[in-house]
Each structure stands twice: as C-alpha cells, then as structure tokens.
C-alpha cells in the first residue's frame, strides 16, 4: 500500500447539466492506492495453468499472504521470489539467482504451462530486466512453459492496473490469426460460472466462435487478428484493449455487463455486430433478464432512494454508479474514480443521470472532508478508509469485493445489488 504526495486539488466537483457531458473534477493531491500485485489474487484462480512468481520484497511477500490468505482459499500457484540485501545492493546476480528458482519451480511442477515474472516497487528499483529474464528463461523452458512478465508494482498504480498489465503480456504473446472471419473475445477475467453463462447465450444468440482472455488454461488462448472482434468485460482494461488493437482486434463498445440493462447492452454489441435478427436477440435474452430484473426488485426496496459516495479505488466506479443509479434508484453524491478513459467509458457516462458528480484522481483530505459534510448512506472505497469511515458512523462497501465477487451477467445481478444492501441492513440492525 502506498500513499502519493502530488499537487493540491480543487474543493467540490461540479455538477453535469441535463444532458450535457458531465463535467469532471480533476484532483492532483495526496491519495490512496493500493499495488497492482493483488491481482495475482483473482487471476491465479481463473488461469488454471499459471503461475505468478513476484520478483519482489519481504513486503511484497507479505501483501499477496495477507490479501489471499484473507480473502480466498490460496492455492500453491503464486510465490515470492524474495530479492535480498546482497540483491538490492547489486552484490549478488539477480539473474543467475531468479534463474536457479525458476529452474527449481518448473523441475518440481509440471503442471505450469505459463510463469508470470511479476515485477514490483523493489525490482524496478534496482532496474531487474524482467522482460529480457523472461526471454531468456521462454526460450529454455518452451515449448513446455512460455515464461512472460508484468509489472505490479505500486507506484502510482490502482490495484486492477495488475490485471491489464497481465493480460496485455498475454495478448502481445498470443498467436496471430490471419482470418478474416469474424470471431469474439471477452477481455476481462471473468469467474468460471460467468463465462459459462455468457458462452451459453452467446452459442443461442449465433454469435462465435469466442474466446476468453485470459482463458482457462494456457492451450486454449485465442489467436488475435483482423478478424478478432472484442468486448471488455471490465472497465479498466485500457493497456490490454492497446496491445489488441495494435495487432488489428476491434472493440465491440458497449457499457459494461453489470446488471440487466448494462448486460442486455453489451449482449447487444455483439448481436448487432453478428447480425443477429433483434427478434431473436429479445428471445434469447427474455428469460435471464427477468430473473435478474425480479432479483434485483427486492433489493431496490432498501436501495432507493439512498445516497452513494464513490473514492477513487478500483476503476469500476462509474459502470457500477450507472447500475445503482439507473436500477436501483440510488443517488449519487460523487464519483470518484482514479483514471477516466472516456474512450471505454463512452456509453456509460451517457447513462449517469443529470447532475451526476464526478471526479478524477484524488486529494484524499479534501474529499474526506466532502464525504463527511454529505453523509451517505453508502460510501464505496479502498481498504485504508473503510475502517476510519465505519468508525465515524459511515456505512462502507470495499471496493476490492466487486473484484473479487462474480458480478457480471445476468445472474450475478442480484449478488452485485447485495453487496450494496449487506452493509446498509448491518448498519440498521446495530442501529436499533
Ligand atoms: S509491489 Fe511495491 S507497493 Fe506492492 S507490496 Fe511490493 S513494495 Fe509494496
């Protein structure tokens, strides 16, 4: 975790006008982010082949312990390679050193077919090549295991950034396709219950053939090329959506599949780019989205109405504003968010409603003081505020938890409204 002095912001952020752009605050000052490296965390559940080795610090070490040991069940499929002093003081040759544990790894578990070199604050610091280590160790170890590598350091980073930096080294390294018939891929890990969902109303719209990226195991990754036609699955994929244009891939642009109507959306990209017959489209989507739509009417009785402050956290911040907004009749006081690429968040910011508030970038001690002066029933942030905030009689969400809970799709509607009424029905109940 790390805190960033940068330049002082502004006070309040203005308010957008009726459908006018919204205007956007943008905040330079101190902030609160948390690395990269806790993506290791949902991607090594979903990569079932993969390993992530942290080319990284005791602190490194202890992040990934606390944060998978935590939240999830971890699995033997991460580690740290610890770089010590004799490494940091350039006494010792990291190399040879990362080379030795990478050949002991790969002796002892055949089961990896791709290592991830995972680079962090420590490494980029003492300037370990990892792309030229990650060469080096392909070639000795392909064609049983591609060795690639990222950066998950902190420095100036939100922790989903870790996943785009992934997932961009896994699109440069897949193979090029050269057909030009069209396929899809779905950018964006996904738990394996959503891509199932999402493949079976794909297979009964005729949309295909399609992919995930990243794919399940290493064997099954799409080739990339003009025929190559994606879809985000989630909002902060910007570096990734670069690679695959780059190698001739086009973006379907779609709000995100959060909720009924974001996920009806984006369906429909990939319809309409298909040609799928609108008949058949309201068909096949007919009985999902009234599950979710009866799914998500219970919740909206304890959500509407109420009020929502976003900080600046993990980058799902608008698509999930619109969802809460639009279908659950909250209201929204600001939203934050650490980076605004309008160029994927084109459709969603047309869905915010008049008067939304936004802001980009953080100056975390003025936006405190607006969170507190507003009072929401709901505040949305990172780990380093929820606990300060509850304590001061907020009721907070974690943000991490819409990474880490299956929230896309139609049937997953109801589980992301929850995660909002959860926090609200505890804070009533310990308040009677
Ligand atoms: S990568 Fe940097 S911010 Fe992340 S745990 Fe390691 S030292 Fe801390």
Redesign the pocket.
Known sequence: ??TLELERGCATPPAATDGAEPTILRERGQREVF?G?TGIVWLHRKMQDAFFLIV??R??AH?MQSAAGVMIFAEPRFATAILEERDLAGLADANEELDRVVDRLLARRNDIKVLFLVG???SEVIKLDLSRAAERLSTRHMPTVRVLNYS????ETTFTQGEDACLSALAGAAPTSTTKDASLLVVGAVADVVEDQFRRLFSDLGVGPVDFLPSRKAAEVAGIGPGTRYLLAQPYLRDVAGVLDERGAQRLPAPFPFGAEGTTAWLKAAADAWNVDPARFDDVVAGPHARATKALASRRALLDGKRAFFFPDSQLEIPIARFLSRELGVSLIEVGTPYLHRAHLEEELRMLPAGAKLSEGQDVDLQLERCRAARPDITVCGLGLANPLEAEGLTTKWSIELVFTPIQGYEQAGDLAELFTRPIVRRERLAV
């Not at 998950?152 to 420095?155: L, R």
């Open positions: 975790m790390t690395c490296l990284g610090s602190t490194c992040l962090s604050c420590p998950g350091s902190g420095i």
